[in-house]
């Protein structure tokens, strides 16, 4: 069972940047799928980014142009990385491993989650 273990949160005025990071580890299968998303108080969880293995990317309209999905392969961790920072991005930020061969911003995609974190961003 993959474990993921999220970093690089914190707090940043508008248009600030951030980069967090996903160590993933406990799984020598590499999932095809992997993603962020996001949950402020009292909203639903939202897909924000995913990457393939085949590095094919796909963003929320709501971060096109701002934030950036990547990995590594070589040190088992994703990337996320955020600019143009907006109070609306405000959230706990989640990175997610993909349960099949198929990739989607929904939740229902991922079977594996971490623990999150926390992105404010003041104006």
């Known amino acids: 069972q993959v474990q993921l273990v999220e970093s690089g949160g914190g707090s940043v005025q508008a248009g600030g940047s951030l980069r967090l990071s996903c160590a993933a580890s406990?799984?020598?299968?590499?999932?095809?799928?992997m993603g962020w998303f996001r949950q402020a108080p009292g909203k639903e969880r939202e897909g924000v980014a995913y990457i393939t293995t085949y590095g094919t990317t796909s963003y929320a309209d709501s971060v096109k142009g701002r934030f950036t999905i990547s990995q590594d392969n070589a040190k088992n961790t994703l990337y996320l990385q955020l600019n143009m920072l907006k109070p609306d991005d405000t959230a706990m930020y989640y990175c997610?491993?993909?349960?099949?061969?198929?990739?989607?911003?929904?939740?229902?995609?991922?079977?594996?989650w971490g623990q999150g974190t926390q992105v404010t961003v003041s104006a």
């Open positions: 997610a491993a993909g349960a099949g061969w198929s990739c989607a911003l929904t939740t229902g995609n991922f079977d594996t």
């Open positions: 406990g799984d020598s299968n590499r999932r095809y799928c």
